[in-house]
């Protein structure tokens, strides 16, 4: 069983990463096609050139955050925990893909590892260690701040960029502000590659691990480039109702403050992926950045009925995926009893 339960993770990781990628890359893309900076094909092709080489990147990462991350019970107990966790995490990923609701794949990964780890204790089953650190570090703590740093900074950065501006023919801002967008949204799917790729490699590290295929010491090849691929296949693919949400549905823009946005995003993630080892959540942070930069207008501009709908998804990715692993977990539960 435990080698079926193996096999299970693996796939159940494959689609987690070609999710990530099918619904992210409207986090590098949106923005660039809606000021009409890059051409929808160029620039979905752009994200997947990127993001390939940030998830291959990544890999050098991975082993860190599989060893800081969760602690996963060894054989058959771990592996069964794994597998519920990321199928709720992929159902719910489809679920708020059909809804064009933009939501953090990593939220979604750890609050279901949480919910399978209580129901493995549940049921006499060994607990998932370092859940709660994670819960704190990983969700709670980037829900909080990105968004709230990511749009305030977009929102002030407005001000010197239309100052920068102000003696500039109208259709050379446009036009330069576009060329950023352009530099922005490759930059932006370079960051998304070494944030959600190193969190791939790592489930499949952790899934090593708990059934004995690995010491945990190096990172095997075939696990970046299995990462690397199907999260660049998913970018490739396009995830084209969230795009819609974030470049047509939460806010009008314009090309200066789609740079703005975009430009800031990228220097959030980059930073947070290398320098400080912080998970942050691509997604929410583009989204929070284009509402920032969009709000410093003279009029009206937000869709606050859709904004306050994103926002209850992001509250309820962790709480629903934990429930789904919950109940996950206990179905399986029978099998991973002596």
Known sequence: ?????????????????FLNGFRDASASVALAVRTRALTPTVAVLLAGFFNFI????????????????????????GLAILVAGLVSAVLWGLYTWWRGIPSSSTHALVGGLAGAGVASVAV???????????????VV??????PVLAFAGAYLLVWPAIWAARYTPPNVVNGRSRGAQSVAAGAVAFAHGLQDGQRTSAVLIL?????????????????ALFTAILLTAGTLAGGWRISYTIGYRLIRTDPLRGSVAQLLSSAMLLVGAIGLHLPLSTTHTVTS???????????????????????AFWVATPLATAAAAFVLALALSPLTQP
């Open 141 to 146: 703590l980037p829900l909080l701040l990105s």
């Open 1 to 17: 069983m435990a080698q079926v339960l193996f096999a299970l993770a693996v796939v159940f990781a494959g689609a987690f990463a």
């Open 54 to 77: 940030g998830a291959g990147l990544s890999a050098a990462l991975a082993l860190a955050v599989s060893r800081t991350w969760v602690q996963l019970p060894s054989g058959e107990n």
């Open 289 to 311: 950045a284009v509402l920032g930069s969009g709000s410093n207008q003279r009029f009206p501009t937000t869709n606050r009925r859709v904004v306050i709908r994103v926002l």
């Open 207 to 223: 899934a090593l691990l708990a059934s004995g295929l690995s010491g945990g010491g190096e990172m095997p090849v075939w696990v």
């Open 124 to 138: 006499g089953g060994n607990a998932v260690g370092g859940v709660d650190t994670s819960l704190l570090v990983q």
